[in-house]
T-cell receptor, first 109, second 112 residues
Framework: AQRVTQPEKLLSVFKGAPVELKCNYSYSGSPELFWYVQYSRQRLQLLLRHISRESIKGFTADLNKGETSFHLKKPFAQEEDSAMYYCALKGTGFQKLVFGTGTRLLVSP | KAGVTQTPRYLIKTRGQQVTLSCSPISGHRSVSWYQQTPGQGLQFLFEYFSETQRNKGNFPGRFSGRQFSNSRSEMNVSTLELGDSALYLC???????????FGPGTRLTVT
């Protein structure tokens, strides 16, 4: 069964501090991992996906198959990064997208 | 391109009633997925449709059903509403299954 765990409900940091949002997954095959973000009063939107290996808004995430993790990182947090972040996993083939419970990131000035 | 639209945006129903929610995907998108979002359970997958066929189903009772029309628009229906069905119902569309999903604003359902 596919499972995504985000252990932190809330992560509070100061502007300019490094940020790491944790995501661990459980899946026996080769998963596709995503990070979605929901800013206040906005729709849920895709932030990045592991296969594209992009850096979006300064965020990066590396898939670590050994540790079954896909942590989201940013070296210097900005106030506009405050939002709800969801890690999601899709199995091989036409499998459903499974979301973690989300982590609220709060960046204070 | 217009984004995913969902109607209605807000709905208040009484226990035992039924409700139908509608989702219009982005033009050209053929995959539509539905999710239930609650503070306690987070985002839970309901079902996914592609080319009018249900391709995936989540772990929800049979009271939850859906369908997709030939124009890719989708509806979901919840019968015999329970208080626990109060949630934000999100619809997402994608070009195909497995592609990036674009989310709608959601329908806030309150069951009293």
């Amino acid at each position: 069964a596919q499972r995504v765990t985000q252990p932190e409900k809330l992560l509070s940091v100061f502007k300019g501090a490094p940020v790491e949002l944790k995501c661990n997954y459980s899946y026996s095959g080769s998963p596709e991992l995503f990070w979605y973000v929901q800013y206040s009063r906005q729709r849920l939107q895709l932030l990045l996906r592991h296969i594209s290996r992009e850096s979006i808004k300064g965020f990066t995430a590396d898939l670590n198959k050994g540790e079954t993790s896909f942590h989201l990182k940013k070296p210097f947090a900005q106030e506009e990064d405050s939002a709800m972040y969801y890690c999601a996993l899709k199995g091989t083939g036409f499998q459903k997208l499974v979301f973690g419970t989300g982590t609220r990131l709060l960046v204070s000035p | 391109k217009a984004g995913v639209t969902q109607t209605p945006r807000y709905l208040i129903k009484t226990r035992g009633q039924q409700v139908t929610l509608s989702c219009s995907p982005i033009s050209g998108h053929r995959s539509v997925s539905w999710y239930q979002q609650t503070p306690g359970q987070g985002l839970q997958f309901l079902f996914e449709y592609f080319s009018e066929t249900q391709r995936n189903k989540g772990n929800f009772p049979g009271r939850f059903s859906g369908r997709q029309f030939s124009n890719s628009r989708s509806e979901m229906n919840v019968s015999t509403l329970e208080l626990g069905d109060s949630a934000l119902y999100l619809c997402a569309s994608g070009y195909q299954q497995g592609y990036e999903q674009y989310f709608g604003p959601g329908t806030r359902l309150t069951v009293t």
